[in-house]
Nanobody, 120 residues
Framework: QVQLVESGGGLVQAGGSLRLSCAAS????????MGWYRQGSGKRRELVAT???????NYADSVKGRFTISRDNAKNTVYLQMNSLKPEDAAVYYC??????????????WGQGTQVTVSS
């Protein structure tokens, strides 16, 4: 079995920073792309950022220049450094990962989500 566990969410004032982490564990052979998505209240889930195994990144326009995605392949962990947070960044943040398991299956796994609240 494979699990993704996020941490690092919380309450922050506008202009502040948070760092989210997402660790994958279980029967993992390899992890390809990893990413962060978010879903605000009453909104659809949207892409925030993705990163390939080699470190190529992609960001939503709304977070470019403020958020940075990174990963530690040795720890099977992806991070999201969020700076200059705005009230509109408030959402539940989910990580996902394209994982090949030791059983030979490939699947996209999701974490349970972590709440980010930004006060104005």
């Amino acid at each position: 079995q494979v699990q993704l566990v996020e941490s690092g969410g919380g309450l922050v004032q506008a202009g502040g920073s948070l760092r989210l982490s997402c660790a994958a564990s279980g029967s993992i052979f390899s992890i390809n792309a990893m990413g962060w998505y978010r879903q605000g209240s009453g909104k659809r889930r949207e892409l925030v950022a993705t990163i390939t195994r080699r470190g190529s990144t992609n960001y939503a326009d709304s977070v470019k220049g403020r958020f940075t995605i990174s990963r530690d392949n040795a720890k099977n962990t992806v991070y999201l450094q969020m700076n200059s947070l705005k009230p509109e960044d408030a959402a539940v943040y989910y990580c996902n990962a394209d994982i090949s398991t030791n059983s030979g299956y490939s699947f996209t796994y999701w974490g349970q989500g972590t709440q980010v609240t930004v006060s104005s």
